[in-house]
Every structure is written in structure tokens, then in C-alpha cells.
């Protein structure tokens, strides 16, 4: 067992181990080398993830990024405008391959929460001209990672890809965490993603599998999609072994994920009980709650290095604002210790920097 196993792992969901059944059902794979098309275990995976998003076909990607990245690349060419909001995972966290491997320009638009609506993305549109570059795609995160788990309203999504569509344009669901908020919403994932051109979600965050994602689409933008992902170094041959897993993950965990968003708005609750930590407990919706420490007079580093000597793994997203992510591997116990040890080092904290302000009389 790695030291890690003593911690409480409060980083990311990307952090739980593969439980016992998806090993066992890794070590019994079918597999063949998939390439060919010959991996049953994949093509189960595959075809299962089309049916429950109500897509045509799906392909199986080691990774969110690269899923992102090959959904994007399919929806485009070279020289054309994406839009995404501000703090997307595809702008600021997938090392530029919106430029670097699709060749297009991300036109990103600051927003409150993560979530964009029509009247934003069509004031972000650009004119048709000499001069301009054509927009072609919209890209929606759901949930929004870096705005704390947030979810997107069904009629924003549905309007804006009936007005992207009347245009021409294309919508792409970055939906890592689509079952969260699926979840959250008392909704389908198919419901969801009705009218979206494509979807990215992933087996290793929330649902809890060790390794790969899925964009599902038409049967013709997967095609493609597979071509892009063998340009990538994706093509992958007996990843049966990663399917079964991540097919135990698809079928069993989205029921458990009102827990982790049980957790989440607990953790919340008690941090919003100590000030100067500011967080906005009723809008902790997921499993994500990110609060802002800039009162307590260290940066987010410091503040992680002082949770991990206690025992709590947690990291900043930038130099104020904590993250904490709730998911299977850990417990409401846990999310209690967690809290109890956030809230004894706020105080010590609290008291360093009261001794150190200026005395006033
Ligand atoms: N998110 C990771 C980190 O990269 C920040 C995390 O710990 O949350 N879309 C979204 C919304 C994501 O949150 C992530 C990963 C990805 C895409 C990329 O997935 P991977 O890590 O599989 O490439």
C-alpha cells in the first residue's frame, strides 16, 4: 500500500482505485486487438455508451483530453473560431490542443458560473467577412469544473443548439462529469445531450473506473473521430482489459453519485460555517466545492501543505480558492475529518493573522 492510502484524497475524483469486481472483471476480459475493430469488450463498451446517450456510435479514448481534442478536431478545420467560456477545461487545462492539434482559435467568454447562454454565445459570433474567422463550434462543460460542479439549465443547452444549429454551427458537451449532472438535475444523459453534435464524458472521474472516456456522435463523426485519435497515438489494441472496468463503471456507479453530491454540499456547509473562508454552500450542486481562503492570509499552497501534515489531501486551483472533490473512495467520515481538520487549521490561521494585524485604538 502507497502512503497515499493514509490520506483522505479530497483533490480530484480522477484519485479512486478500480474496486474489486471491475478487476475481476478485467482480469476475465475478452479482448482482440481493437484497431481491427476486434475487441468485443470494447465494442460492448462503445456500443453500450451510444445507446444510453442515444448516439449513433461512440469511441473509446484513454483520456478526457483526448476525447475533447478529437471532438473538436472533428467539428472543424484549421483557421475557424470555437467558443467555450472563460475557465473551460478545453481553453486552460489541455495544454493549447485547440490550437496545437485542431488549429483553431478559442473565442472564450467570462461568465459567472461556467454556464453560457444563447445571448452570450451570439454576441460572441463572428460576422461573416474578409476579415474574420468563421465560428464553427460551441463548446458547453457540464458539470463546470472550475466554477464548483455547476449545471447547466436543460432549456440554455436546448436553445442554444436549436440557434447554433439554424446557423450551422456545431455544439460539443465537455461532460466529464455529464452523470453528475444528470444526477443533479433528475435527468437523463440522453436527455442531456438530445440535440448536442457531441458528448466527452469520462469513465475515471466520477464513476470511478481506472482508466479511459467516450465521445459519442453520428456514426460519421466517430469514424472520423477514430482517425483522429489513431494520429494522436490512441489506437489501442487489447484495451479490453480498461473496457471492462470502465463497463462496470458505466452500468453501476452513476447511482451512487447522489452520495458524493450529499458529501460535497456537507463539506460545504461546515466550511461556510468559518470565516473568513468564503463559500456559497446552496450552490454546491455536485461533487465539487471550491471556496476562497484569501482571508486567511496564505496562499492555496501553503494552505494545501498544512492540510496534508493533517492528513488531507486537498490542492488550489489558483493562489485563493480551494478545491475539494468528493467521490467514491471517500466517506461522509471522511468529509467530517475533513472538515474538523480545514476547520482547526482556519482557526490557528485565523489567530496568526489576528495577532499580526496592526493594534488600533
Ligand atoms: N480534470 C482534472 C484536471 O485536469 C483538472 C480534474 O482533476 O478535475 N474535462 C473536464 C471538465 C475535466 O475536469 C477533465 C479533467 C478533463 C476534461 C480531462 O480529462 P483527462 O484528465 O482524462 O484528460
Redesign the pocket.
Known amino acids: 500500500m502507497s502512503d497515499q492510502c493514509h490520506f483522505i484524497d479530497l483533490r480530484?475524483d480522477?484519485v479512486t482505485k478500480p474496486s474489486e469486481k471491475m478487476r475481476a472483471a478485467m482480469a476475465q476480459a475478452e479482448v482482440g486487438d481493437d484497431v481491427y475493430g476486434e475487441d468485443p469488450t470494447i465494442n460492448r463498451l462503445e456500443a453500450r455508451a451510444a445507446e444510453i446517450f442515444g448516439k449513433e456510435a461512440a469511441l473509446f479514448v484513454p483520456?478526457?483530453?483526448m476525447g475533447?481534442t478529437v471532438a473538436v478536431k472533428m467539428h472543424t478545420n484549421h483557421g475557424e473560431e470555437v467558443i467555450c467560456d472563460a475557465r473551460s477545461?478545453l481553453l486552460d487545462?489541455e495544454l493549447s490542443m485547440m490550437a496545437w492539434f485542431c488549429g483553431c482559435l478559442a473565442r472564450p467568454i467570462p461568465t459567472s458560473d461556467g454556464i453560457l447562454t444563447w445571448k452570450q454565445v451570439a454576441a460572441a459570433l463572428r460576422p461573416k467577412g474578409p476579415d474574420n474567422a468563421p465560428t464553427t463550434l460551441i463548446t458547453l462543460?457540464n458539470t463546470h469544473?472550475m466554477w464548483g460542479g455547476t449545471v447547466y439549465p436543460q432549456e440554455t443547452i436546448d436553445e442554444i443548439c436549436a440557434e447554433a444549429h439554424a446557423r450551422g454551427l456545431k455544439v460539443h458537451i465537455?461532460g466529464?462529469?455529464i452523470f453528475n449532472a444528470a444526477v443533479a438535475s433528475q435527468t437523463t444523459v440522453a436527455r442531456i445531450a438530445r440535440d448536442v453534435d457531441s458528448v466527452m464524458f469520462?469513465l475515471?472521474k466520477a464513476l470511478g473506473a481506472p482508466v479511459g472516456?467516450l465521445v459519442v456522435g453520428t456514426r460519421a463523426a466517430i469514424a472520423q473521430a477514430r482517425l483522429y485519435r489513431k494520429r494522436l497515438g490512441g489506437g489501442m489494441r487489447q484495451a479490453g482489459i480498461l473496457a471492462a472496468a470502465g463497463l462496470i463503471a458505466l452500468e453501476e456507479s452513476p447511482a451512487g453519485l447522489v452520495t458524493d453530491h450529499a458529501n460535497a454540499r456537507y463539506l460545504a456547509e461546515r466550511l461556510s460555517e468559518l470565516p473568513p473562508i468564503e463559500i456559497d454552500a446552496p450552490s454546491v450542486k455536485t461533487n465539487i466545492v471550491i471556496f476562497d481562503i484569501s482571508g486567511l492570509g496564505v496562499s492555496t499552497f501553503e494552505f494545501s501543505r498544512g492540510l496534508k501534515e493533517k492528513g488531507i489531501l486537498a490542492n488550489g486551483i489558483n493562489a485563493t480558492h480551494m478545491r475539494m472533490v468528493t467521490h467514491r473512495d471517500v466517506s461522509r467520515q471522511d468529509c467530517e475529518v475533513a472538515a474538523e481538520v480545514v476547520r482547526d487549521w482556519a482557526l490557528v490561521l485565523r489567530s496568526n493573522l489576528n495577532r499580526h494585524s496592526p493594534v488600533t485604538v
Do not use: V, Y
Open positions: 480530484s480522477t483520456t478526457g483530453t475533447n477545461h487545462w462543460e469544473n465537455d466529464a462529469r469520462c475515471s472516456s
